[in-house]
């Protein structure tokens, strides 16, 4: 367990020694000013919001859908994963929302391929989708290991019974996949920047993730937290996913290389459907969901 433990804090450790390494060895660079604007940071985080939220909702969705396959009964979004009656299989299907958002995340990751060209800003959405498919997917597994009560520890310990070295190695395994995969939304987020951006200055670099990717996802984080609540225990929920990822964006923004321009109309304006669909997914979630629908 303590090489786990340990690997689990380098992942939230390693941005931050690394961002502060660039930050004293750029000090010298300062990067253009009006390269980019608030339009793009508040675009990019209501997006985020909406991607996170509705990542969540699939979530819980696929996990109510296979209890319901199983017969059993439970509650879609009541803030607690239970259920009611019994089956042989009723603990792996408490993994069946990580997997599922896991290969939604996949999908969106090759229809943004698909699109990329195209100059909506809601290929932005799809990006966003992928991102937090994966990155909400993933760590459960290292979670799995660390707090087998947890959804996807009752699918691996509770029912498949995952030997503790298999555990370790899907941990570490998960662990380890995490940068990569945040490193490589880093490279496709540089393609929103603007064409006549020099991205050959690292300075330039950290300033535009920051709006397109930092600034966005902590205040899309704030913007997540009246989902989440009540109780108020959940509202630190998307903080946790901000902390172990978008460091990494952040602290590798000047390892991207041959970043391809793609056309946008992120910086253009704020838009006002995005934030409409927001606060209409907001009265949904409070209104219908949480109170929980019965499966």
Known sequence: MIIVQVCFAALLLGPVLWGAFNRIRYKGLSAPKGMVTFNTLINSAVL???????????????????????????????????????????????GSGALAIFLIGLICLVIYRYIKNSQNIWKLF???LAFHGLIQSLPQVTVAY???????????????????PLLIIL??????????VVMLFGQLLFEFAPE????NN??????????IAVGAAFVGSLMIVPFRVPPMSQAITPFIVFIYS???????AHKIKHVKHTPNKLDQKVYVVPIALLVLLLIFFQLVLAPGIKF
């Open 202 to 211: 690292p300075k330039a670099k950290f300033k535009y993730i920051r709006f």
């Open 126 to 128: 799809v990006l966003w």
């Open 246 to 252: 978008i460091p990494w964006i952040w602290a590798s």
């Open 146 to 164: 660390l707090a087998p009560n947890t959804d996807v520890g009752q699918a691996l310990v509770g029912y498949l019974n995952l030997s503790q």
């Open 48 to 94: 985020y919001a909406l991607a996170f939220n509705f990542i969540f909702f699939l979530q819980e969705v696929f996990l109510v859908l296979g209890k319901k396959v199983l017969g059993l009964e439970s509650s879609l979004y009541h803030n607690n994963h239970t259920w009611e009656g019994e089956h042989p299989m009723m603990h792996l299907m408490q």
């Open 171 to 180: 941990a570490l395994l998960c662990i380890f996949a995490t940068p990569l």
């Open 196 to 199: 006549d951006v020099d991205l």
